[in-house]
């Protein structure tokens, strides 16, 4: 039995807001035992230029604030991905906001991008650099609620971290702030990407290397939608995609009775959309963009029909909720398994598998 299964009642006693920020404080504090084991060769993953030591990474949301990337790394996340933060700190929607659905294993939250602020967030991911951390972290970024200018949000947001974080993700999908999602229609997103690709560019004086770009949509969209999305993320030559977010749909499939709570759906419930769309954005991008599969990812077998629906690498957090961070070696495991049975020596070569 691991630890998790005996501190689970305690955290479940709490709502899990208060639990999630128990999680963050004991993290914090080192209270948290870290896994020491070393990543099977089978499981690296170069990308952009990045090595990472394997796929599984934990996706944004859970440290809004960039306060625990390296405690979660510790816990053998291949990397983290720390946000969303707007420029400006904000306080989110009015709690309660964040629900557990346990007959569903899965979480409903309307948040709404609560955070201490861009200042804040770069100063201690420049602190990870000044003290020479290992281990990749990418920011994710957004537009405050109450901004007139979205799009100069993530201009302002990715200008002050350049140089601080591995990657960087723009964030269109979240359904809590509204208008936010218009992002990734046509025009907007093409104005978006020019804008923030602009910005790269102009820092590439700065740094060594030009981090790589990615951007995290929704699984709630039409084929016109996607082929749009596809079409303006090639044309750019965005680095990466990441799908997919919570769903706003779904809630006919739910037993909960929490099941009518507005806000995104994540956990179990979202891992066949989430699939379908990511394999969807594989087709549409003829397999030239990597992507990472997010999106219900509670088992290694999981993880690995992602790859082979196309991504490169893959995220989860709702499951954490559930099974507690021991789950990540336990996904890496059965994925090396995965691998192996199917006679694969590393990821790659599974990438995109289920379209030969
Ligand atoms: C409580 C909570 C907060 C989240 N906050 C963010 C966020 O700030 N930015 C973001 O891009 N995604 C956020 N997400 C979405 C997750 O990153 C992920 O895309 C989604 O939950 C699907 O993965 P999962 O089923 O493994 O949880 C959040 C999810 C949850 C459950």
Not at 5 to 21: I, V, Y
Not at 111 to 116: A, D, K, M, T
Request: aromatic share 6%; glycine share 10%.
């Amino acid at each position: 039995m691991d630890l998790y299964s005996l501190a689970k009642p305690l955290f479940f006693a709490f709502s899990p807001e208060t639990a999630h920020g128990l999680s963050i404080k004991l993290l914090k504090a080192g209270l948290v035992p870290s896994s020491h084991e070393k990543d099977d060769d089978a499981l690296r993953v170069k990308l952009w230029g990045l090595e990472f030591p394997n796929p599984v990474g934990l996706a944004a949301g859970f440290d809004k604030n960039a306060e625990v990337a390296d405690a979660m790394l510790a816990q053998g996340f291949g990397f983290v991905e720390t946000g969303t933060v707007t420029p400006r700190p904000q306080p989110g929607n009015e709690k309660p906001r964040i629900f557990r659905l346990e007959e569903d294993q899965a979480v409903i939250n309307r948040l709404g991008f609560n955070n201490r602020g861009l200042e804040a967030y770069a100063i201690r991911l420049a602190r990870r650099r000044e003290l020479d951390k290992r281990g990749i972290v990418g920011a994710n970024i957004g537009a405050n609620k109450d901004s007139e200018d979205p799009i100069q949000d993530y201009v302002t947001g990715l200008d002050r971290l350049l140089g601080l974080a591995d990657y960087f993700t723009v964030n269109i999908s979240s359904p809590n702030t509204p208008g936010l999602r218009k992002l990734q229609g046509r025009a907007a997103l093409d104005e978006l990407l020019s804008r923030l690709l602009e910005t790269r560019e102009a820092a590439t004086s700065r740094f060594r290397i030009m981090p790589p770009l990615l951007v995290k949509i929704a699984p709630d969209l039409d084929e016109n939608e996607k082929r749009d999305i596809a079409e303006i993320i090639v044309k750019h030559n965005i680095d990466g995609l990441i799908v997919s977010n919570t769903t706003v749909g779904l809630r006919d499939t739910l037993q909960s009775s929490q099941r009518e709570e507005s806000g995104g759906l994540s956990g179990q419930p979202l891992f066949d959309f989430s699939t379908g769309v990511l394999a969807d954005m594989y087709r549409l991008t003829e397999g030239k963009v990597p992507l990472v599969g997010v999106g219900g990812i509670s088992n290694g077998r999981q993880a690995y029909e992602k790859i082979r629906a196309g991504a490169s690498l893959v995220q989860l957090y709702s499951a954490l909720v559930y099974h507690g961070p021991g789950l990540v070696r336990s996904i890496k495991k059965e994925l090396r398994d995965c691998l192996y049975e199917d006679g694969y020596s590393e990821i790659s070569q599974a990438v995109g598998a289920a379209h030969k």
